[in-house]
């Protein structure tokens, strides 16, 4: 299995669009949260509003882009070559800002509704940005 960034669908979304940031929530340091906690797609429901609380305040900066384009893998490995993640587009809506909390939110439903694409064993950790909108999911064990 390869990973997600060598996907050739990958690789021609992005081509040569430079990293710009890191984007990410360490879930463990939250308050509420406990050693049990985790961002595992299967318990995003069930988890306490209040653990999600400071991600709800980090807005994402579309710089100069209209709408943002959220790259969804399944996992850190690729698991279906013919279809290694799905796109999920965020349009820039006047007077409306989108935080981290929503680009994990749009990311944990799109898991949900592909469960059977999911490479289990790895959990959301973040969001790589790149040049032109693109945010690609990252996942690590």
């Known amino acids: 299995m390869s990973r997600h960034t060598e996907a050739p ?35 995003w429901a069930d988890m306490s509003s209040s653990i999600w609380d400071e991600t709800k305040t980090i807005e994402i900066d579309f710089r100069d882009n209209d709408k943002i384009t959220l790259i969804v893998n399944f996992g850190k490995y690729v698991a279906d070559e013919a279809n290694p993640f799905e796109l999920i587009e965020i349009p820039k809506v006047a007077g409306h800002s989108t935080t981290l909390y929503d ?39």
């Open 103 to 141: 680009l994990y939110k749009k990311t944990q439903q799109c898991l949900m509704e592909n469960e059977d694409k999911v490479d289990d064993g790895f959990f959301l950790v973040g969001f790589t940005e790149y040049e032109g909108g693109y945010f690609s999911a990252c996942f690590e064990a």
């Open 9 to 43: 669908q990958f690789v021609a979304l992005i081509g040569e669009k430079k990293e710009l940031e890191y984007h990410h929530y360490d879930l463990l340091s939250a308050e509420g949260a406990d050693d049990d906690t985790t961002d595992d797609y299967r318990e």
